[in-house]
């Protein structure tokens, strides 16, 4: 159990654009999810805290305008990468909690490689 | 603000041999500390955890203790495998929010 999933696993776009990840928990209700960035040989840093049916609380130097999230429903939060540059390559990791499984551990992504070209 | 400062960022041991981990947190309103596997290009594997509640933790080759004083708490791993080896993290919730604050992580080899 507590199984959660992402998708796209890889994704390549031009400069400029925008991309949307999603992130869902597969056999429980995720009353919370966390978006992390991890640059190549760092570790994870928390980009935003996302509760189902409210705005996402990011962190700090984290802008709220370019990635944008979405968590709309108790098994779904989206993660939206607007104008993207080639810093914003990455890999995006999402995780979940809830209310029925251990309050305190959180079940993680398989992770979405983006690279912007 | 909230930090984790995790050590040795490398460690080399051979198989057979212990291995052991450090952090230390700065928010004194943690009380959960996951420690993590991640293989290159994976997602982060739970492998072990320690509430606040606890000062020791064991699970097979695994052992983790927490020291809420000094705000340090440790991953041990005995009779180490070349299976182990990856980057492990730790990392520390706040109670309140549950948002974790991870280590810088420790790539472990271990030599056969």
């Known amino acids: 159990g507590a199984v959660v999933s992402q998708h796209p696993s890889r994704v390549i776009c031009k400069s400029g654009t925008s991309v949307k990840i999603e992130c869902r928990s597969l056999?429980?209700?995720?009353?919370?999810m966390f978006w992390y960035r991890q640059f190549p040989k760092q570790s994870l840093m928390l980009m935003a805290t996302?509760?189902?049916?409210?705005?996402?609380?990011?962190e700090q130097g984290v802008e709220k305008d370019k990635f944008l999230i979405n968590h709309a429903s108790l098994t779904l939060s989206t993660l939206t990468v607007t104008s993207a540059h080639p810093e914003d390559s990455s890999f995006y990791i999402c995780?979940?909690?809830?209310?029925?499984?251990?309050?305190?551990?959180?079940?993680f992504g398989p992770g979405t490689r983006l690279t912007v070209l | 603000g909230e930090n984790v400062e995790q050590h040795p960022s490398t460690l080399s041991v051979q198989e057979g041999d212990s291995a052991v981990i450090k952090c230390t947190y700065s928010?004194?309103?943690?009380?959960?500390f996951p420690w993590y596997k991640q293989e290159l290009g994976k997602r982060p594997q739970l492998i072990i955890d320690?509430?606040?509640?606890?000062g020791e933790k064991k699970d097979q080759r695994i052992a983790v203790t927490l020291n809420k004083t000094a705000k340090h708490f440790s991953l041990h791993i005995t009779e180490t495998q070349p299976e182990d080896s990856a980057v492990y993290f730790c990392?520390?919730?706040?109670?309140?929010?549950?948002?974790?604050?991870f280590g810088q992580g420790t790539t472990l080899q271990v030599k056969p």
């Open positions: 990392a520390a919730a706040h109670g309140n929010t549950g948002k974790l604050i």
């Open positions: 928010d004194s309103a943690s009380n959960y």
């Open positions: 056999d429980f209700q995720a009353t919370t």
């Open positions: 320690i509430r606040s509640n606890v």
């Open positions: 995780s979940a909690r809830g209310p029925r499984v251990s309050l305190d551990t959180q079940y």
């Open positions: 996302s509760n189902e049916g409210s705005k996402a609380t990011y």
